[in-house]
């Protein structure tokens, strides 16, 4: 599975951005249990954002993004999307999707919960 993000940038606080995630070759399917999004600033540890879970479409937020950022899908278009609204200066870092074959409830948030990653784009926020 080859996961490619795309859509960050600079924007001013307060501003919005869309993150986008597709894949080529496999497509996110039944087979995959969750797509998830990650961000790592610099000097800090990768953090979980934001998932869903395919089936059923149930999603998840780090209380960080609660409230401002949303998680969807496209089932046609491959895509799934994390919609970021009201930025914050501490919202930048790089953005990783990924995708968990296996993805438990109790993995939904964490790093180990996910089998293949993407490259990452960068988003910075200016205050």
């Known amino acids: 599975v080859q996961l490619q993000a795309s859509g960050g940038g600079l924007v001013q606080a307060g501003g919005s951005l869309r993150l986008s995630c597709s894949t080529s070759g496999r497509t996110f399917d039944s087979r995959a249990r969750a797509v998830g999004w990650f961000r790592q600033a610099p000097g800090k540890e990768r953090e979980f954002v934001a998932a869903?879970?395919?089936?059923?479409?149930?999603?998840y937020y780090a209380d960080s993004v609660k409230g401002r950022f949303t998680i969807s899908r496209d089932n046609a278009k491959n895509a799934v999307y994390l919609q970021m609204n009201n930025l914050r200066p501490e919202d930048t870092a790089v953005y990783y999707c990924?995708?968990?074959?296996?993805?438990?409830?109790?993995?939904?948030?964490?790093?180990?919960?996910?089998?293949?990653w993407g490259q990452g784009t960068l988003v910075t926020v200016s205050s």
């Open positions: 990924a995708v968990g074959m296996s993805t438990i409830l109790s993995e939904v948030r964490a790093l180990r919960g996910y089998d293949y």
């Open positions: 869903i879970r395919w089936s059923g479409g149930y999603t």
